[in-house]
Nanobody, 124 residues
Framework: QVQLVESGGGLVQAGGSLRLSCAAS????????MGWFRQAPGKEREFVAA????????YYADSVKGRFTISRDNTKNTAYLQMNSLKPEDTAVYYC?????????????????WGQGTQVTVSS
């Protein structure tokens, strides 16, 4: 089992940047694929990005490709989401998640553990 705690959210102007962190406690952080999701008010939780166990492969939603970068540091049991060129439509609660799936990482049901979320607000 793994516990996840996000941090780094806040209020930023359009065009600005934020870096979210996801600190994991528990065993075997490197055995999980890590993902980021977001949920805006009145909308479904949606996939943002995922990174495989050693960081060799990354996946992004089309809406964030080229602006967001997911990374992980297995020595610190932490995953990151660097968000650049932020837009008002990026406003949402951002969730970190851990998956034991061997092949599917873009759906909510592909993930086994979730953090509590961190609010990101982008003003125009």
């Amino acid at each position: 089992q793994v516990q996840l705690v996000e941090s780094g959210g806040g209020l930023v102007q359009a065009g600005g940047s934020l870096r979210l962190s996801c600190a994991a406690s528990g065993r075997s952080f490197r055995s999980y694929v890590m993902g980021w999701f977001r949920q805006a008010p009145g909308k479904e939780r949606e996939f943002v990005a995922a990174i495989t166990w050693g960081g060799g492969s990354t996946y992004y939603a089309d809406s964030v490709k080229g602006r967001f970068t997911i990374s992980r540091d297995n020595t610190k049991n932490t995953a990151y989401l660097q968000m650049n060129s932020l837009k008002p439509e990026d406003t949402a609660v951002y969730y970190c998640a851990a998956s034991t799936s061997g092949s599917r990482w873009v759906g909510r049901h592909d993930y086994d553990y979730w953090g509590q979320g961190t609010q990101v607000t982008v003003s125009s």
